[in-house]
């Protein structure tokens, strides 16, 4: 799979958690890519743009506006 176009961004709060974050590349058509910030050669999960949106707003819908999500 060809990444050479993703711009990859991490949360801007997530600059506090110690490292424990991920970084998504949205600005490719039909997927979105998502990896480890402290592992960004241990590979990439790839979603559609439909399944990371709705993933996204049932972490917003459970957890709130919280600094961090719980690790589990």
Known sequence: ??????????ATRSSNNGGA???VA???PGRVLVRDSKDR??????FA?????SFVQEVHTTFGDR???PQV
Not at 1 to 10: E, I, Q, V
Not at 49 to 53: E, K, L, S
């Open 26 to 28: 949205d600005n490719l």
């Open 21 to 23: 974050c991920v970084e």
């Open 41 to 46: 050669d241990g590979g990439t999960l790839t």
């Open 1 to 10: 799979m060809d990444m050479t176009d993703a711009r990859w961004r991490t």
């Open 67 to 69: 600094q961090a999500v």
């Open 49 to 53: 743009p439909t399944a990371w949106a």
